[in-house]
């Protein structure tokens, strides 16, 4: 979930290209509902939405699917705020500091949906 549409079209293709289907959405109200009726494997959260904090929607959908436990990583300019940090505390994740190279974000989806897909066929 990202509100910048630069942004979004740019991590849609790029995730797209790594053979990923790509549910985007611009508003945490969207997401909320896209993420009721298409299942997910993962989520990119950015931090700042223009309706509800990134973190308040971390947290609903974590409620709502607790399987996204871990599969969850906010993306902020902001990383170091107070709030942020205080939240990380209790919430930990992992974040993608913007300005970030798209390699990090996809070395992440790598990293989670291909481990899952290792243990899936390995049986675990």
């Avoid at 609903?60 to 990383?79: C, E, Q, T, V």
Wanted: negative net charge; contains cysteine.
């Amino acid at each position: 979930m990202e509100d910048d549409a630069a942004l979004r079209r740019v991590l849609e293709r790029v995730l797209a290209r790594q053979g990923y289907r790509v549910l985007a959405a611009a508003s945490a109200e969207t997401a909320y509902e896209l993420l009721a009726s298409e299942p997910a494997d993962a989520v990119l959260l950015d931090v700042q939405l223009p309706t509800m904090s990134g973190l308040a929607l971390y947290l609903a959908l974590i409620h709502r699917h607790p399987n996204l436990a871990g599969r969850i990583a906010i993306m902020s300019g902001d990383a170091e705020a107070d709030h942020v940090r205080t939240w990380l505390q209790h919430n930990p994740c992992t974040v993608l500091k913007k300005p970030f190279d798209l390699r990090e974000i996809v070395e992440w989806a790598h990293e989670l949906l291909d481990a899952s897909d290792r243990q899936t066929e390995n049986g675990a």
